[in-house]
């Protein structure tokens, strides 16, 4: 039983003035979401502040307090996980669907993670909050459904080679700036990271766990799971910030259920929604960080047999995705999307869908 | 039945003006090694050109022809697989033993291809030719040497983070150049890689091979094996080039034989000589590029139970090596120090050692 989509709809940044935050606006605009009210908020910091937005003219920012939500039907976050935690289930409560990029809400039982080409229907249960899954699992994603609905998979190996971007703005004037000295003759200062990120590859990104991994690499291990529906996957990742201003590229190597050749993967990757082949490596043809940035989609190439697993079932292969874009602000914009279309932006219990129906609709 | 170390020694660098070539001869130097004269060879284009030794004073450069090796010992080569192929036998044919850094000889069967602290034991059947493998695979097999003794290894898994200078000096200038055009905002020329370097990440080191593997990645396939001795090793690799002066970081995955802990796994590592484990991460204490530049050893670290892979029997961790250094010129110097040590400076042969005794010594 769909619900019907508001005929008038509100719609918020949160952290509207934030990497991500702008981008969401940005990527609002650019695909004529269906709103007829535009509100950005954000911390006392920037509250008050005046945001040029094309064709809205001068917007002033809000500051982000529980009441901020009366009338918001949807509202993005990207603000950090304490804001989320605190603000989303006050948007809930007032009756706003909360689309949160944070960490906060993901692994939380009940609380649909979504990429907007992979797991849409998990949308259907969601009771006001709805999460944006990090930025390195996100990317992989849309071709591991292809390869989890062919061939199914056992187990995926993920390296990263991460852009300073998902730290932030101030992470991309560090890098600038150590990019300056550099040229100068100068030290490198570092203040955002631990070590200077200008030439040089930081194992380090979020904080270490009792496992050893980072919160970063463990994000990849169970987002992943919960994303494609794959409890049990087994998943190791190394997650690598790298001297790059846009765009997280990874080197895969996953292990299938049954035989897959590289041909036979490159056609079920070309067939997801959002996601390019560029795989011609004898003419220089692959993805590449610099050319992924400022686009929605998901490049995938350098997909290969990886003999290291016997009987056809081992695949590697290179993705590359702009992370501020279909890692973050993107794929916000495109569950509002689905929402929109599908009648959902209400919550579930509002719709009346039972309250014990979390999990999958029954498609 | 050892032979014995000639009373005086004259060693050769051929290639001595390149990237590898020059740190060849400081690493010379400042191991002491026991040289009574150091001769300088190169190409046309460096031929004739004065070299400034510290404590030989300025040596000329001399035209690497076959008859330029008469009465030199010991040849350590970086001149390019073409010179290694064509100028290797002209130069063991005169009795001088060449250690060649390039990657002309080091798959063919009978020729020793060794990592000083793995598998010195190979130098013993050598014929003149000796071959220092890749950098990308020597960091790598002090590590792998340790778990392959304790607990036996099945696969590894190895994404590369690789520094230009690998390329040579004009990569490190193409670098410099680009971060200047960048913080200049003039538009980034790349001459020497296919795309910018700067600010990018390229999967493509190397030509590209017909199972879809560039070159580069295949090498850390075949020399692991070879090296290790084991013929059947599972390997899978992705090499790429980031935007880092100086020094390869690896993101590896073993799985192994038996089960094995993160705390075994540091003091094996620990106590291979020339490997340094550096593994606080909760200190920010784990390998970095900038950190190990300038270093012979092989720094290990972010080692941490892989639980994709059942039993204990998964590791993951991250190696860093200065790859001019421990990846070419300090192994080089290293293998011949080996062979001063064990009186093998001469060929097998001419040491009466059978010419079909090729493989390990009786050890």
Same mark, same amino acid.
Request: proline share 7%.
């Given at each position: 039983?769909?619900?019907?989509?508001?005929?008038?709809?509100?719609?918020?940044?949160?952290?509207?003035?934030?990497a991500?935050?702008?981008?969401?606006?940005?990527?609002?605009?650019?695909?004529?979401?269906?709103?007829?009210?535009?509100?950005?908020?954000a911390?006392?910091?920037?509250?008050?502040?005046?945001?040029?937005?094309?064709?809205?003219?001068?917007?002033?920012?809000?500051?982000?307090?529980?009441?901020?939500?009366?009338?918001?039907?949807?509202?993005?976050?990207?603000?950090?996980?304490?804001?989320?935690?605190e603000?989303?289930?006050?948007?809930?409560?007032?009756?706003?669907?909360?689309?949160?990029n944070?960490?906060?809400?993901?692994?939380?039982?009940?609380?649909?993670?979504?990429?907007?080409?992979?797991?849409?229907?998990?949308?259907?249960?969601?009771?006001?909050?709805?999460?944006?899954?990090?930025?390195?699992?996100?990317?992989l994603?849309?071709?591991?459904?292809?390869?989890?609905?062919?061939?199914?998979?056992?187990?995926?190996?993920?390296d990263t080679?991460?852009?300073?971007?998902?730290?932030g703005?101030?992470a991309?004037?560090?890098?600038?700036?150590?990019?300056?000295?550099?040229?100068?003759?100068?030290?490198?200062?570092?203040?955002?990271?631990?070590?200077?990120?200008?030439?040089?590859?930081?194992?380090?990104?979020?904080?270490?766990?009792?496992?050893?991994?980072?919160?970063?690499?463990?994000?990849? $291990?169970?987002?992943? =799971?919960?994303?494609l529906?794959? !409890? #049990?996957? *087994?998943?190791?990742?190394?997650? &690598?910030r790298?001297?790059?201003?846009?765009?997280?590229?990874?080197?895969?190597?996953?292990?299938?259920?049954?035989?897959?050749?590289?041909?036979?993967?490159?056609?079920?990757?070309?067939?997801?929604?959002?996601?390019?082949?560029?795989?011609?490596?004898?003419?220089?043809?692959?993805?590449?960080?610099?050319?992924?940035?400022?686009s929605?989609?998901?490049? $995938?190439?350098?997909? =290969?047999?990886?003999?290291?697993? !016997? #009987?056809? *079932?081992?695949?590697?292969?290179? &993705?590359?995705?702009?992370?501020?874009?279909?890692?973050?602000?993107?794929?916000?914009?495109?569950?509002?999307?689905?929402?929109?279309e599908?009648?959902?932006?209400?919550?579930?219990?509002?719709?009346?869908v039972?309250?014990?129906?979390?999990?999958?609709?029954?498609?």
């Open positions: 039983m769909p619900g019907t989509a508001p005929s008038t709809l509100t719609v918020a940044v949160v952290g509207a003035t934030g991500v935050g702008r981008t969401m606006t940005q990527v609002l605009l650019e695909k004529r979401f269906p709103m007829t009210s535009l509100r950005l908020l911390s006392e910091r920037s509250a008050g502040k005046s945001v040029a937005v094309p064709g809205w003219g001068d917007i002033t920012v809000e500051l982000a307090t529980p009441d901020a939500f009366e009338g918001i039907d949807i509202a993005l976050f990207s603000a950090g996980g304490g804001t989320s935690k603000l989303a289930p006050e948007a809930a409560g007032r009756g706003c669907t909360v689309i949160d944070s960490s906060a809400w993901r692994m939380e039982p009940g609380i649909p993670l979504v990429v907007s080409q992979v797991n849409p229907d998990d949308l259907e249960a969601h009771e006001g909050i709805i999460a944006n899954p990090n930025c390195s699992t996100m990317q994603m849309p071709p591991m459904m292809a390869l989890r609905d062919a061939v199914g998979i056992e187990r995926m190996v993920v080679y991460q852009a300073v971007s998902g730290t703005h101030k991309i004037v560090e890098l600038e700036e150590q990019v300056r000295a550099h040229a100068e003759g100068r030290p490198k200062v570092a203040n955002v990271y631990p070590y200077p990120i200008g030439f040089n590859a930081l194992p380090h990104i979020d904080v270490f766990l009792d496992n050893g991994y980072t919160k970063e690499e463990w994000k990849v $291990v169970t987002e992943s =799971r919960k994303i529906h794959l !409890p #049990d996957l *087994r998943v190791s990742c190394t997650a &690598v790298v001297p790059v201003f846009m765009s997280h590229s990874e080197a895969v190597h996953v292990e299938t259920t049954a035989p897959i050749t590289p041909d036979r993967a490159r056609a079920l990757f070309a067939a997801v929604p959002g996601v390019v082949v560029m795989d011609d490596p004898t003419n220089k043809v692959y993805p590449l960080a610099e050319q992924a940035a400022g929605d989609l998901v490049f $995938v190439g350098r997909v =290969r047999q990886d003999p290291s697993i !016997p #009987d056809e *079932r081992g695949l590697a292969f290179w &993705v590359v995705s702009d992370n501020l874009r279909k890692g973050a602000a993107s794929n916000a914009v495109e569950i509002a999307e689905v929402l929109v599908r009648g959902w932006v209400a919550s579930a219990s509002r719709r009346g039972g309250a014990g129906a979390g999990g999958r609709s029954g498609a």
